[in-house]
């Protein structure tokens, strides 16, 4: 009887609680501070600077090394086209 008598309650409570706080309005500029503070409490391990301490980012934000098997030091060069009609062919309808 006692745990009945308890839910009854605490259903009650809440019941009433979500009836007052459907009458209850605060201005926009608290919702708005409300959702920064959110913001910064969610992202709060990355604007302390937690991921500098973190070896498996240390080796993120190193550059990736190529192989030099697949790589070649000759320099690749591209020919450019000096004018338009270098670059496309004539038109013979013309």
Known sequence: MRVWLACFFVLFALAEFFD????????????ILG????????????IVGSYFTDPSMEASLEHPQ?????SSTEPISFAIASSVEDAQPAKADE
């Open 20 to 31: 007052w706080l459907q009458k209850f309005n605060l201005p926009l500029p608290i919702y």
């Open 35 to 46: 959702g920064a503070f959110l913001a910064v409490a969610s992202n709060y391990d990355k």
């Open 66 to 70: 190529l192989n030099s098997s697949t």
